[in-house]
């Protein structure tokens, strides 16, 4: 299916490169320039000077800020909207500050032994 894809895309890129080859070579001499003719008078009595009134620009601005403003209040509502509920079973502790939960007389017990059996098994591979 791609093969054909391929296929008839290149077909078709190539059959509008060549209407565009035929319509004569890009460097070859200009033509010469076309003869001036007069124009007429236009009308000066026009009271359109081409710059834009003040009043324009202030409702044109007044009218940005407002579309802005009311982005920003949809943005924030749907952010609001689809933010996840966050549930915690305790107390909220930061990650990363240091504090942890501290380990029962059994556990400490656990991890000695743990540690002890280790530095003897490194005592042993030693010789």
Avoid: C, W, Y
């Avoid at 509920?85 to 240091?98: C, D, K, L, Q």
């Amino acid at each position: 299916m791609t093969r054909r894809i391929a296929t008839l895309t290149t077909l078709l890129v190539l059959a509008f490169a060549a209407p565009a080859a035929a319509q004569g070579g890009a460097f070859g001499p200009l033509p010469s320039a076309p003869v001036p003719t007069e124009t007429p008078q236009q009308n000066t009595n026009a009271t359109d000077n081409g710059e834009t009134g003040q009043t324009t620009l202030f409702i044109i601005l007044g009218a940005l800020l407002v579309g802005f403003a009311v982005m920003g209040v949809l943005i924030t509502r749907d952010a609001r909207n689809k933010a996840p509920e966050i549930v915690t079973a305790g107390p909220v502790v930061p990650e990363g500050t240091g504090a942890r939960k501290p380990h029962t007389q059994a556990a400490k017990k656990k991890m000695r032994q743990k540690t002890r059996a280790q530095k003897q098994a490194r005592k042993a591979h030693r010789r």
